[in-house]
């Protein structure tokens, strides 16, 4: 009895799956006829199984969509179609039913690994953490790219063409001068899209941040172009520099060349006066 159990667990997945279905009879017959089991408490609908094989084919596209685009960070515009059909598929599996049996009552809540809803959970999870629904409008069937995610994609390959463009080696000063004007666009738009949200960049699209993020790691860092705003960083640093200073020199002044000085002497000259005469008078009475 324990044999043939153990031998049922290790049959291929493509085995078990014919066993389930009318076409191998002979095994089916054989493992009924040996367990005392009854035929209909033992074959799950083949349907169920197809949909499961569909589901994993998504997750396994998802995922290898999504490592692809890791870096730089692509993955919400161009694994957008996979996640759909991900989607899609497991909310097939969850809401079909044949002959009277759930598909989500055979693969799920069985075990404590419950393996279809932990991978499912596992695999959104990097999708939500993303925020890659926020590149899109899910107004209609399919997603579509927002407006906002459009035209800060046009202000950032304007920027990164003239990057392109303009690049020598021996002279970065071209690309600060005559992409100045790109970068502020784009910056400025970036700014914005943070602005419209409380939250900030934890609700914006990981596609746009990470591509904030390059790009000003490659005018600061590459170019070096934020030497620009040097002077006018220095003079404010002055500026804040001496108006600190200003109570301290105040103080000096007053201490050392205002009348405050003086005060203690002629308050003690006061005092010794006071105190000869009063000496005088007593001798005269």
């Known amino acids: ?70 870096r730089p960070v692509r993955l919400c515009e161009n694994c957008i179609f996979h996640y759909v059909t991900f989607h899609n598929k ?38 939500e953490k993303g925020n890659c629904n926020n590149c899109f409008n899910w107004t209609g069937n399919q997603p579509v790219l927002k407006n906002d995610t459009k035209h800060f994609n ?25 992409c100045m004007q790109f970068y502020l666009q784009l910056d400025s738009f970036y700014l914005a899209l943070l602005s419209t949200d409380s939250i900030g960049v ?18 600061s860092k590459s170019f070096n172009c934020c030497k620009l705003r040097r002077s006018p960083e220095i003079v404010f640093l002055c500026s804040a520099g001496l108006i600190s200073f200003l109570p301290i020199i105040f103080y000096l002044s007053v201490r050392f060349f205002g009348p405050i000085r003086d005060l203690p002497k002629v308050l003690k000259q006061s005092r010794i006066k006071q105190t000869i005469l009063r000496s005088v008078h007593r001798r005269e009475d």
Request: hydrophobic share 35%.
């Open 1 to 70: 009895m324990i044999k043939l159990y153990i031998m049922f667990l290790l049959y291929p997945y493509n085995l078990r799956a014919e066993i389930y279905s009318s076409g191998e009879s002979y095994y089916k017959n054989f493992l009924i006829s040996h367990n005392n089991l009854k035929e209909d408490s033992f074959i799950y609908p083949k349907e169920c199984f197809d949909i499961l094989e569909s589901f994993s084919q998504s997750a396994s596209n998802l995922t290898m969509c999504s490592i692809l685009n890791a």
């Open 90 to 127: 497991y909310k097939e599996l969850l809401e079909t039913v044949v002959n009277g049996t759930s598909c989500k009552s055979i693969f799920m809540s069985h075990d404590r690994l419950n393996v279809v809803l932990e991978y499912h959970d596992s695999i959104l999870s990097v999708w």
């Open 202 to 219: 934890d609700n914006i699209c990981m596609d746009i941040v990470d591509s904030m993020n390059a790009t000003r790691s490659i005018w």
């Open 154 to 178: 046009k202000l950032y390959n304007d920027t990164i063409n003239c990057f392109l463009t303009n690049y020598n080696p021996d002279k970065n000063s071209t690309v600060c001068e005559k």
